[in-house]
């Protein structure tokens, strides 16, 4: 059931209006012409937070002289916050800045932590004197710890901003509803993708190098360089992109639908659907892309949309800890279908935590000369992984979907989940030949 909101039918000509003259802007921002802008930034961000980051146990052990465990926990807990402030930041860009400024304030932030990590490396007093032969080296000191903990936390913080927003916010500049992806002969997730497993393999391969062969002030510099033109390359499209205001808190709105079902546990749901409660005008900041429809799965939820006579004569806005929208009882619903997903992923991602800076210490103890004078970087091996997802990605484009969306009547070829699934399984598999080398 929609409610009206009162003088509807003395402003409808000039709400009509003004909601045409508002599509018609949207219709001239976003698009295709804002990709090159995205995808230069995020090329160049990707090249610099790989280059930043793919090597950093080197600099730990061999430049600041610190112990292989305490280097390796180092950069563990900062990856753990890394990965704990995008939640903060997803929260800050839905509920007040916005995508666009969240995303331009973490680059900002972000590339105060890469200045100051390069100063560090620059500057003979912010690091221990070189020892090369890595015998009774001086530790790096207190002083010369604590600026590279500031430098690290702020390239966390920065990630909280970045990370969480961007291919959202891509997303925002094109038409992603299922009959705009379907009249599209590109897949904007792999063409993305593969744009990014391209600048990481450059960064895995030619800033490596710089670093193990040059010196860590150009290897270091360079990816600050490469940042700092990803914050030009993306505040040049702002007056071109298609910027979504705030929908307001989704914790706040899923709170409220449980708070809102629970003060009507005892109501029952009727059995037709359309007699719960809707507003599009409550919900229109929060379905751009269209309401989500109800279903019938978690129905006790749906007690959070039941109309009584006294809210349904009530012309005042709804309150929403007490009543909620069908579409916002099913984005509830769709976050609770998506905890078995995420949950499968958290052991994946347990086993990985150490996994880039002891593969890197490994590599040093294997021959990786490929001839007399030359010899592969320990931190480039990595490139094998991104060589086969970028292989993985252009066999998928090309070949696989025009195969397999014969029998699947998927546009698609698979569905994402069938995708993950697959990909969990090689992990696994990975897992294990990885630990039968261990063995032997």
Not at 311 to 317: I, L
Request: positive net charge; hydrophobic residues 45%; glycine residues 8%.
């Amino acid at each position: 059931m929609e409610l009206g909101t009162g003088n509807k039918s003395l402003t409808e000509n000039g709400e009509e209006k003004n909601r045409e003259d508002d599509d018609k802007k949207k219709k001239q921002l976003g698009g295709i012409k804002t990709m090159p802008f995205i995808l230069a930034n995020e090329v160049c961000d990707r090249f610099a937070t790989t280059g930043f980051h793919a090597n950093m146990i080197t600099y730990l052990t061999q430049q600041l002289n610190l112990p292989l465990v305490k280097a390796s926990n180092t950069l563990t807990n900062f990856g753990g916050t890394a990965s704990f402030t995008p939640l903060i930041g997803a929260l800050i860009a839905d509920s007040c800045a916005g995508r666009f400024w969240t995303i331009t304030f973490g680059s900002i932030i972000y590339e105060l932590g890469l200045v100051s990590i390069t100063l560090s490396a620059v500057l003979p007093h912010l690091h221990p004197p070189p020892c090369p032969t890595q015998v009774n080296c001086k530790e790096a000191s207190s002083t010369q710890l604590w600026f590279l903990y500031i430098s690290l936390l702020l390239t966390s913080l920065g990630t909280g901003g970045i990370r969480p927003n961007v291919v959202t916010f891509a997303a925002d500049q094109i038409d992603m509803s299922k009959s705009g992806v379907q009249s599209r002969s590109w897949n904007f997730f792999n063409w993305y993708y593969f744009c990014m497993g391209l600048s990481t393999l450059t960064a895995l391969t030619v800033v490596v190098y710089i670093q193990d062969n040059v010196g860590w002030g150009w290897g270091l510099g360079i990816p600050t360089i490469a940042f700092a033109l990803s914050i030009l390359a993306f505040l040049f499209g702002a007056p071109l992109y298609n910027k979504l205001k705030p929908g307001g808190s989704p914790l706040v709105r899923l709170a409220q639908v449980i708070v809102a079902a629970v003060k009507k546990m005892k109501s029952k749901v009727p059995e037709d659907s359309k007699l719960l409660y809707e507003n599009r005008e409550l919900d229109a900041f929060i379905s751009v892309h269209g309401r989500l429809l109800h279903t019938n799965q978690f129905t006790w939820l749906d007690k959070a949309s039941i109309l009584t006579e006294c809210e349904a004569s009530d012309r005042n806005p709804p309150n929403l800890w007490r009543l909620a929208t069908v579409h916002r009882v099913e984005e509830l619903k769709s976050i609770i279908q998506m905890l078995p997903i995420w949950a499968a992923g958290i052991l994946l991602v347990t086993a990985g935590s150490h996994q880039q800076s002891f593969v890197i210490q490994q590599a040093r103890t294997m021959d990786r000369h490929l001839s007399h004078s030359f010899q592969i970087p320990p931190a480039s091996l990595s490139i094998f992984s991104i060589l086969i997802m970028l292989t993985g990605l252009a066999l998928y484009e090309r070949l696989f979907v025009s195969f397999v969306c014969r029998f699947t009547g998927n546009p698609s070829g698979i569905t994402c989940l069938q995708r993950m699934g697959i990909g969990f399984m090689v992990n696994i598999v990975a897992t294990v030949v990885s630990s039968l080398i261990e063995m032997k």
